[in-house]
């Protein structure tokens, strides 16, 4: 068994030093000798019969010793990390100080340290006096029509008309794209909204302002195919300009896009619909300001390795090389920033999470599930499977274990509204209402 001790250097970095007894590492130096003896050949001797002595004459015991190490060395090293209850955030420094045969000594014991970066120990606040403020549930006439805008965006027909385009029509196109006038690509009858930014880089400022029939040329950079990423002379020929119509918002519109029969019922229950939704949002104001407050009671160190560990890896997995337009140094701090603060929340909750005892149900773990996977599009059982192979479901508890957390602590909080109000947040406590909390934030991180 490993004998080790631990050395705190800073509040985010350990120094451990582990020894191994001979008598720990003899059967790895034994298991090593096998291995060899499969591999070396031996005038006289079967393969994988030959002696350690000849071994020892043919690559040395030196050999064989290092070899030895290097392969157990991380087996020893996370024994002595499940003895201390550890767990490091960084890739370990490691220095060897001590094997068998140093000064003589056949049966010395192996010795190595290792550095590394850890979660850094806090003392929780009281945080059951939080005092947060948000914006009373309103629901003006502006919100109202835009609801049921929306609603009739949804049952809205496309209409030939002639006019110059504007931002959010539909037309139908051609294209001709040159490079060094040499053509590169060419297409009839393309259909594109204008503003949807969904084709070439400044499509949309050559197609505003033009009426069917008329052309325009730009240069754009080419972002698929074979020529990719250089620039290109598009020639574009605006074939026919469409608008959204939308219905009238009468009885029959009511009737076709809902149980109501009359307009004034669909408007009744577009506004109740508002209202849940503002009282979500207030919620959501209500739990980000409670995260806010609790930030502002403790210090949370944060390991500057780690940090920069995780940004070099957002970069390179993305593919990015330092310098380009999106690896710039505004965006790197950016990036940092956005780490440091999850880091930071992710400590004081999980640390709240410990002092309140918070235990994830499965029914919870599968809600959550549920949730995210109609914001990705994809089958519940998929989007299951798809976390579990990537080894996530963890991280996915630890993540519903948090927003419980912060529940809790939402739950002690005093909150109330600018009007000097008390706001009932009960329904917003339950699962139930962390999942529609969840889905909101889900589509703002989408439209961001």
Same mark, same amino acid.
């Given at each position: 068994?490993?004998?080790?001790?631990?050395?705190?250097?800073?509040?985010?970095?350990?120094?451990?030093?582990?020894?191994?007894?001979?008598? =720990?590492?003899?059967?790895?130096?034994?298991?090593?000798?096998?291995?060899?003896a499969?591999?070396?050949?031996?005038?006289?001797?079967?393969?994988?019969?030959?002696?350690?002595?000849?071994?020892?004459?043919?690559?040395?015991?030196?050999?064989?010793?290092?070899?030895?190490?290097?392969?157990?060395?991380?087996?020893?090293?996370?024994?002595?990390?499940s003895?201390?209850?550890?767990?490091p955030?960084?890739?370990?420094?490691?220095d060897?100080?001590?094997?068998?045969g140093?000064?003589?000594? &056949?049966?010395?014991?192996? !010795?190595?340290?290792?550095?590394?970066?850890?979660?850094?120990?806090?003392?929780?606040?009281?945080?059951?006096?939080?005092?947060?403020?948000?914006?009373?549930?309103?629901?003006?006439?502006?919100?109202?029509?835009?609801?049921?805008?929306?609603?009739?965006e949804?049952?809205?027909?496309?209409?030939?008309?002639?006019?110059?385009?504007?931002?959010?029509?539909?037309?139908?196109?051609?294209?001709?794209?040159?490079?060094?006038?040499?053509?590169?690509?060419?297409?009839?009858?393309?259909? %594109?909204?204008?503003?949807?930014?969904?084709?070439?880089?400044?499509?949309?400022?050559?197609?505003? #302002?033009?009426?069917?029939?008329?052309?325009?040329?730009?240069?754009?950079?080419?972002?698929?195919?074979?020529?990719?990423?250089?620039?290109?002379?598009?020639k574009?020929?605006?074939?026919?300009?469409?608008?959204?119509?939308?219905?009238?918002?009468?009885?029959?519109?009511?009737?076709?896009?809902?149980?109501?029969?009359?307009?004034? =019922?669909?408007?009744?229950?577009?506004?109740?619909?508002?209202? =849940?939704?503002? !009282?979500?949002?207030?919620?959501?104001?209500?739990?980000?300001?409670?995260?806010? &407050? @609790?930030?502002? @009671?403790?210090?949370?160190?944060?390991?500057?390795?780690?940090?920069?560990?995780?940004?070099e890896?957002?970069?390179?997995?993305?593919?990015?090389?330092? #310098?380009?337009?999106?690896?710039?140094?505004?965006?790197?701090? &950016?990036?940092?920033?956005?780490?440091?603060?999850?880091?930071?929340?992710?400590?004081?909750?999980?640390?709240?999470?410990?002092?309140?005892?918070?235990?994830?149900?499965?029914?919870?773990?599968?809600? %959550?599930?549920?949730?995210?996977?109609?914001q %990705?599009?994809?089958?519940?059982?998929?989007?299951?499977?798809?976390?579990?192979?990537?080894?996530?479901?963890?991280?996915?508890? #630890?993540?519903?274990?948090?927003?419980?957390?912060?529940?809790?602590?939402?739950?002690?909080? !005093?909150?109330?509204?600018?009007?000097?109000n008390e706001?009932?947040?009960?329904?917003?406590?339950?699962?139930?209402?962390e999942?529609?909390?969840?889905?909101?934030?889900?589509?703002?991180?989408?439209?961001?």
């Amino acid at each position: 068994m490993v004998q080790s001790t631990v050395e705190n250097l800073a509040p985010t970095r350990v120094k451990l030093e582990v020894e191994v007894p001979f008598d =720990e590492l003899k059967p790895r130096i034994d298991a090593t000798y096998k291995s060899l003896a499969d591999q070396i050949q031996v005038p006289g001797f079967r393969k994988g019969k030959v002696p350690a002595r000849l071994i020892d004459q043919r690559v040395g015991r030196g050999f064989v010793i290092e070899n030895a190490v290097n392969d157990n060395l991380d087996s020893f090293f996370q024994e002595a990390l499940s003895e201390q209850e550890l767990t490091p955030l960084t890739r370990p420094e490691v220095d060897v100080t001590s094997v068998p045969g140093n000064e003589g000594d &056949e049966e010395a014991p192996l !010795k190595f340290n290792t550095e590394f970066d850890i979660r850094p120990t806090i003392e929780l606040p009281d945080y059951k006096d939080l005092e947060v403020t948000v914006d009373p549930i309103t629901v003006t006439e502006e919100q109202e029509a835009k609801v049921l805008d929306e609603l009739r965006e949804r049952f809205a027909t496309l209409v030939d008309v002639e006019r110059p385009a504007e931002k959010g029509d539909h037309v139908t196109i051609g294209l001709n794209a040159t490079i060094d006038d040499e053509e590169v690509d060419t297409a009839e009858g393309l259909s %594109y909204e204008i503003g949807s930014g969904s084709m070439l880089d400044g499509m949309d400022e050559a197609l505003e #302002g033009l009426s069917a029939g008329e052309d325009a040329v730009f240069e754009t950079t080419l972002a698929g195919g074979e020529h990719s990423g250089e620039t290109a002379t598009v020639k574009v020929v605006l074939e026919s300009v469409k608008e959204r119509e939308l219905p009238e918002a009468d009885d029959d519109f009511a009737q076709l896009a809902s149980e109501f029969d009359t307009i004034d =019922e669909l408007k009744e229950d577009l506004k109740n619909q508002a209202a =849940e939704e503002s !009282k979500t949002n207030q919620g959501v104001e209500a739990r980000e300001k409670a995260l806010e &407050e @609790l930030l502002k @009671l403790v210090e949370v160190d944060v390991p500057e390795n780690m940090l920069a560990e995780q940004v070099e890896q957002h970069f390179t997995s993305q593919g990015h090389a330092e #310098g380009d337009d999106h690896d710039t140094e505004e965006h790197r701090e &950016e990036v940092t920033q956005n780490f440091r603060e999850a880091f930071v929340n992710e400590v004081v909750l999980d640390t709240i999470a410990d002092a309140e005892e918070v235990q994830v149900e499965q029914s919870e773990l599968i809600e %959550y599930i549920l949730s995210s996977a109609s914001q %990705y599009g994809m089958e519940p059982n998929q989007f299951a499977q798809m976390l579990d192979q990537a080894g996530q479901v963890p991280m996915i508890m #630890g993540e519903v274990r948090r927003r419980k957390a912060l529940a809790a602590v939402l739950e002690v909080a !005093k909150v109330v509204d600018t009007d000097g109000n008390e706001v009932d947040l009960s329904f917003f406590l339950t699962p139930e209402g962390e999942e529609d909390a969840a889905s909101e934030e889900n589509v703002d991180e989408d439209n961001s």
